[in-house]
T-cell receptor, first 113, second 115 residues
Framework: NAGVTQTPKFRVLKTGQSMTLLCAQDMNHEYMYWYRQDPGMGLRLIHYSVGEGTTAKGEVPDGYNVSRLKKQNFLLGLESAAPSQTSVYFC????????????FGSGTRLTVV | AQSVTQLDSQVPVFEEAPVELRCNYSSSVSVYLFWYVQYPNQGLQLLLKYLSGSTLVKGINGFEAEFNKSQTSFHLRKPSVHISDTAEYFCAVTEINNAGNMLTFGGGTRLMVKP
């Protein structure tokens, strides 16, 4: 009964380094989302997916890429990290869109120095 | 485009007092509305949602919210708070014709319950 699992939980990167954040869900949900949370700004949508093999841009997609090769996994990549990408990243999944409610992971705290 | 404004970034309140967290939204079409709660070092959890019908919606942990279409508001209330309600609360909206895709969140309100 894991729900949504995010790895890693913490990471420190140097400017220019790359990394991939993994989100895995075991609820057979179609929809998956990546948000970033910054103080006073709430959660902002980076990218989302409405099904296996699909991705779409959200509100703040620049500097990020995503892939959804398997239904249960949604990967978020940073090709060349910048200090402005220091944030807490949340993955969420949903059965059929926000009407059914989102299930969130516990977050990844990323610091870019 | 949809947007959400949470009018208070922090709300301090004493235990057993009532509380209201304010939320206003903007949209040119009909919307669905949500409140989520985030406890320290955790992800967000759904508190309640308004989809249709009665404008007073009851959620978990004794919270309720009232949808007011003319005021474009969806304020969250609890008649008597507990220390355990200390958390950050997020209002969120999705347009009905875009319901399959994304939620837009407000900036959050930090509820601080004092003994």
């Amino acid at each position: 009964n894991a729900g949504v699992t995010q790895t890693p939980k913490f990471r420190v990167l140097k400017t220019g380094q790359s990394m991939t954040l993994l989100c895995a869900q075991d609820m057979n949900h179609e929809y998956m989302y990546w948000y970033r949370q910054d103080p006073g700004m709430g959660l902002r949508l980076i990218h989302y997916s409405v099904g296996e093999g699909t991705t779409a841009k959200g509100e703040v997609p620049d500097g990020y890429n995503v892939s959804r090769l398997k239904k249960q996994n949604f990967l978020l990549g940073l090709e060349s990290a910048a200090p402005s990408q220091t944030s807490v990243y949340f993955c969420a999944s949903s059965k059929d869109g926000p009407v059914y409610g989102y299930t969130f992971g516990s977050g990844t705290r990323l610091t870019v120095v | 485009a949809q947007s959400v404004t949470q009018l208070d970034s922090q709300v301090p309140v004493f235990e057993e007092a009532p509380v209201e967290l304010r939320c206003n939204y903007s949209s040119s079409v009909s919307v669905y509305l949500f409140w989520y709660v985030q406890y320290p070092n955790q992800g967000l959890q759904l508190l309640l949602k308004y989809l249709s019908g009665s404008t007073l919606v009851k959620g978990i942990n004794g919270f309720e919210a009232e949808f007011n279409k003319s005021q474009t508001s969806f304020h969250l209330r609890k008649p008597s708070v507990h220390i355990s309600d200390t958390a950050e609360y997020f209002c969120a909206v999705t347009e009905i014709n875009n319901a399959g895709n994304m939620l837009t969140f407000g900036g959050g309100t930090r509820l601080m319950v004092k003994p």
